[in-house]
C-alpha cells in the first residue's frame, strides 16, 4: 500500500486550499483515511478521519467547520478541502491509512506529506 499526498502550497491567510491523497495497492474502500499535520517545533496533529464504513468524518476543534474530509473510492482518493486557513494551520500535511477513525486505531501507512504554508 503506497499512498501519495498533493496540493500543498503558498496561500494567503483566509484562502484555500485541497489536499489529495491517493492510495495506490489495494482498494481505498478496505480504509479509513485520516489526514495529519505536523508544524516545526509542534507535536503532530489528527486533523481529520473519514469511515471506510460509512463515510462518517471526524475532525479535531481546530479544524472543525473550515476542513472537509471527503473520499472518491473509484479515484481511489481521498481530499481535505481547508477554507479560511490561518497562519497557525502552516505545517506539512500528511495522510495514512487507519482500521478505523475510533482514537485507538493508530496509523498504518503513511503519505510523504505536503507543505502548506498560510502567509501574507
Known amino acids: 500500500v503506497q499512498l501519495q499526498a498533493s496540493g500543498g502550497g503558498l496561500v494567503q491567510p483566509g484562502g484555500s486550499l485541497r489536499l489529495s491523497c491517493v492510495l495506490s495497492?489495494?482498494?481505498?474502500?478496505?480504509?479509513?483515511i485520516g489526514w495529519l499535520r505536523q508544524a516545526p517545533g509542534k507535536e503532530r496533529e489528527r486533523l481529520a478521519c473519514?469511515?471506510?464504513?460509512?463515510?462518517?468524518?471526524y475532525y479535531a476543534d481546530s479544524v472543525k467547520g473550515r476542513f472537509t474530509i471527503s473520499r472518491d473510492n473509484a479515484k481511489k482518493t481521498v481530499y481535505l478541502q481547508m477554507n479560511s486557513l490561518l497562519v497557525e494551520d502552516t505545517a506539512v500535511y500528511y495522510c495514512?491509512?487507519?482500521?478505523?477513525?475510533?482514537?485507538?486505531?493508530?496509523?498504518?501507512?503513511w503519505g510523504q506529506g505536503t507543505q502548506v504554508t498560510v502567509s501574507s
Open positions: 495497492g489495494f482498494g481505498l474502500e478496505y480504509y479509513a
Open positions: 473519514i469511515s471506510s464504513l460509512d463515510d462518517s468524518t
Open positions: 495514512a491509512t487507519r482500521a478505523e477513525c475510533s482514537e485507538e486505531f493508530q496509523e498504518n501507512y
